[in-house]
């Protein structure tokens, strides 16, 4: 999600008669992998991304090690969030930027910024 949309999607629900209730603000369903392969396609060989998935018994193992219960990748790792953002799109006439778009962009921010 962009923040970017974010902020529209706050304007037209306060500007729209007709809107009423909460919004799913969230245009592309990805995984963190998905998102390490649009900014290597986008800034080839630029920054150590991951390449591939770490199996969950794998991450279950060194969970306490990074700070993270076994109870908590049992529960969370390796289910696929999926969002419906039909409701903003047909209530508020939303429109959405890419997830690449809005990945590059942060990536060029984040540099313009020295923080990368």
Known sequence: MDVRDIARAHCLAAFTKKAYGRYIISNEDATFLDMAR???????????????????????LIAPTVGLTRNY????????????NSKSVKGLGMTYRSLETTLVDQVKQMEEDRVI
């Open 73 to 84: 990748v049992s529960k969370n790792v390796g289910y696929p969030v999926k969002f419906n």
């Open 38 to 60: 649009l900014i290597e396609k986008n800034f080839p060989n630029k920054y150590p991304l991951p390449r591939r998935m770490v199996p969950k018994p794998l991450i279950w």
